[in-house]
């Protein structure tokens, strides 16, 4: 491939240190170092897949009961509309930027390159480090979810088979990682699916079983479509961050995809069909058959999946049976979430290393393509899972789970400011759109969009982490607990640049960002790149979703 000849070229000529104190052949040419480099083995289908159900897991099938009583059914359905529409905006944005430069690390060495070392540094290891942290607790999620069948059995005994399971598809490298989620993701949107038309069923008063008979938007009025006012719809951005967290997993897999130019482009689209029907449709469901003060929501929090709404909807229908199988479906949604966890944390980190910002070991790729330093790391902080059997198990998870769920609007936003730069310089340097192999359909609007909607879900956050649903108001505890992944992002931003001693301007000037080097060849005798007809606006966004 076109750009494989790319690599070869930059393996030639040494890295440098630029002005910025980052080395320059970290940036733009991340796979030059190692004499072994990530094998590209996804295919279509994987990145389909990764796209469309990668990371649905506990956040959407439990943690949403939490929203559900904290803010109500419109809440939910407005707060994960919202999310879904700027992640809708990011994606596109992030498919145009990778489909240009398939790179490890992707959104990451965006943010160096266009944006700024300091805070490409922040946000590389904000994101690995929320990775490595999630990982610990969904295998302890996937432990927990046994209860619902077997309590007498020390919750240990799962966490030790699924993290062996997890370590052991990581023999089989990024091809064992896509083809696991290709299963499990058809899995989950099975399930989804079938939940969908399980709800309808049961609102339409179509269950014999279900006492309650016709409901149709009846818990809409009683106990009502929102609860808490204001403090209780801003408690749904970060539940919601956390259920839509991974979306972002399709760019980062473009550096080891087969083909990135056909398969990125399919798969960002995807997208919207997943935030459509497996997030914002299954979820007016809930909200239409399980009322929002049913006392059982209060515990739908980690990942008591007794508490989950789904297993509850199903569970309130009295159909029998049911609920062990969506419980099935939810274990299967963890330890997919918990695959994923490892891919993303180990290239974001191999990728770090590559620009001189992490321990050099973190480099090193075996032959088979496997990150495996990066891969031991992560393994071991999946140790981590077994604090469940302390006592303040929970206290010490609440604590690691603070460092996630925020961290995404940040890196989401920077995807989107990567984007608007990287346009403003691709213009400024005597470029057109029609030379980009891939146009994010909504352009660079929808970036600034994207990135306005980012600071918004910011906002709210802030403000709820301040003020929560039922106090403490004003707890120094209960506010770092939701918004550490804050200073931590500013934490690590002051350190590079302290680092490197505040060498170059605060940011990567327009004039100064090299748009050229490790962008993916393009070939004239390729097909035209994907644009979007502008006869109509209908036309247009039609394209773009589909």
């Given at each position: 491939m076109d750009y494989e000849k790319n690599e070869k070229l930059s393996e030639e000529s040494p890295a440098k240190v630029d002005e910025y104190g980052v080395h320059e052949g970290g940036i733009h040419d991340v796979e030059a170092v190692p004499a072994n480099a990530l094998a590209r083995s996804l295919k279509g289908r994987h990145m389909q897949m990764i796209a469309i159900g990668g990371s649905i897991g506990a956040g959407l099938f439990v943690g949403s009961g939490n929203a559900l009583s904290n803010g109500g059914p419109a809440s939910v359905v407005i707060g994960y509309s919202f999310v879904g529409l700027l992640l809708l905006f990011t994606v596109q944005a992030l498919g145009e930027l990778a489909v240009l430069?398939?790179?490890?690390?992707?959104?990451?060495?965006?943010?160096?390159?266009?944006?700024?070392?300091?805070?490409?540094?922040?946000?590389?290891?904000?994101?690995?480090?929320?990775?490595?942290?999630?990982?610990?607790?969904?295998?302890?999620?996937?432990?927990?979810?046994?209860?619902?069948?077997?309590?007498?059995?020390?919750?240990?005994?799962?966490?030790?088979?699924?993290?062996?399971?997890?370590?052991?598809?990581?023999?089989?490298?990024?091809?064992?990682?896509?083809?696991?989620?290709?299963?499990?993701?058809?899995?989950?949107?099975?399930?989804?699916?079938?939940?969908?038309?399980f709800g309808i069923i049961v609102d339409c008063g179509g269950v014999k079983s279900d006492p309650r008979g016709y409901i149709g938007a009846k818990y809409w009025y009683d106990p009502g479509a929102f609860q808490n006012g204001f403090q209780g719809f801003c408690s749904v951005f970060v539940t919601a961050a956390f259920a839509f967290g991974g979306t972002e997993l399709v760019g980062l897999a473009a550096a080891e995809a087969a083909d990135p130019r056909k398969t990125l482009p399919r798969a960002t689209k995807q997208v919207f069909w997943r935030i459509s029907f497996f997030y914002v449709i299954s979820l007016l469901i809930v909200g239409l058959i399980v009322p929002s003060n049913n006392q059982d929501l209060l515990g739908a929090s980690n990942s008591n999946t007794k508490s989950s709404p789904f297993v509850l909807a199903i569970t309130l229908a009295n159909v029998n049976g049911l609920p062990s199988v969506f419980n099935a479906i939810i274990t299967i949604s963890v330890i997919s979430v918990a695959n994923s966890c490892t891919f993303a944390s180990t290239r974001t980190m191999q990728a770090l290393a590559m620009n001189g910002m992490g321990p050099g070991f973190l480099k090193y790729i075996d032959k088979k393509g496997r990150p495996l330093w990066c891969v031991l790391i992560q393994i071991a902080f999946g140790l981590l899972a077994f604090v469940n059997e302390a006592t303040t198990g929970a206290t010490v998870f609440d604590w690691l789970l603070s460092l996630s769920g925020l961290s995404y609007f940040f890196v989401w936003g920077s995807i989107c400011l990567s984007h608007i730069r990287f346009r403003h310089a691709w213009k400024a340097q005597g470029h057109t759109l029609a030379e980009l192999p891939y146009q994010a359909q909504f352009g660079i609007w929808g970036s600034y969009a994207g990135f306005i909607l980012n600071w918004l879900a910011l906002i709210a956050t802030f403000y709820v982490s301040l003020y929560p649903v039922g106090g403490p108001n004003l707890n120094p505890?209960?506010?770092?607990?939701?918004?550490?992944?804050?200073?931590?992002?500013?934490?690590?931003?002051?350190?590079?640049?302290?680092?490197?001693?505040?060498?170059?301007?605060?940011?990567?000037?327009?004039?100064?960002?090299?748009?050229?080097?490790?962008?993916?060849?393009?070939?004239?005798?390729?097909?035209?790149?994907?644009?979007?007809?502008?006869?109509?606006?209908?036309?247009?966004?039609?394209?773009?979703?589909?």
């Open positions: 430069y398939p790179v490890n690390g992707a959104f990451f060495n965006y943010a160096v390159r266009f944006i700024d070392p300091a805070w490409g540094f922040a946000m590389g290891w904000d994101y690995a480090i929320g990775w490595l942290t999630v990982l610990p607790f969904e295998i302890s999620a996937a432990g927990l979810t046994i209860d619902f069948w077997r309590t007498d059995i020390n919750i240990g005994v799962w966490i030790a088979v699924f993290l062996t399971i997890l370590a052991a598809v990581q023999i089989f490298g990024v091809r064992g990682y896509g083809e696991v989620e290709f299963v499990l993701s058809f899995i989950k949107i099975l399930g989804v699916l079938g939940f969908i038309l505890t209960y506010f770092f607990q939701e918004y550490l992944a804050g200073p931590l992002v500013i934490f690590l931003y002051l350190f590079w640049k302290c680092w490197t001693r505040f060498r170059g301007p605060l940011w990567v000037p327009i004039r100064d960002v090299d748009v050229l080097t490790g962008m993916r060849a393009l070939d004239l005798d390729e097909e035209p790149a994907e644009k979007t007809s502008y006869r109509t606006w209908m036309i247009g966004l039609f394209r773009g979703l589909f």
